[in-house]
């Protein structure tokens, strides 16, 4: 089982960035996937999240109305669009996968049981 995360990368506040979650070894539409971030000196944080189906996704209010989070599964991807980036987005991002089957995907750090090696994404102002 393996999620890689790739799309990181430095952008100017305001800009956009839109990253990738590609996933192997398991059967892709079956899993709610997650994608949390971490700052420097900060907690791991839950952005958004989208059901196996792709019918139900969840954004944090702190990304609410800037974020789109989505999934092609005939390429095992799921994405997350970011725009009107601002200087507090800078971290690293994770894309997880949700241990539970279930149609409505959480934001509970303790129910993702495979994760991806993160990217980095950098907002200058």
């Known amino acids: 089982v393996q999620l890689q995360a790739s799309g990181g990368g430095l952008v100017q506040a305001g800009g956009s960035l839109r990253l990738s979650c590609t996933g192997s070894?398991?059967?892709?539409?079956?899993?709610?996937i997650g994608w949390f971030r971490q700052a420097p000196g900060k907690e791991r944080e839950w952005v958004s999240c989208i059901s196996g189906s792709g019918g139900s996704t969840v954004n944090a209010d702190s990304v609410k109305g800037r974020f789109t989070i989505s999934r092609d599964n005939a390429e095992n991807t799921v994405y997350l669009q970011m725009s009107t980036l601002k200087p507090d987005d800078t971290a690293v991002y994770y894309c997880?996968?949700?241990?539970?089957?279930?149609?409505?995907?959480?934001?509970?750090?303790?129910?993702?049981?495979?994760w991806g090696q993160g990217t980095l994404v950098t907002v200058s102002s």
């Open positions: 070894g398991f059967t892709f539409n079956f899993y709610n």
């Open positions: 997880a996968r949700e241990r539970r089957f279930t149609p409505f995907c959480s934001s509970d750090y303790g129910h993702y049981d495979r």
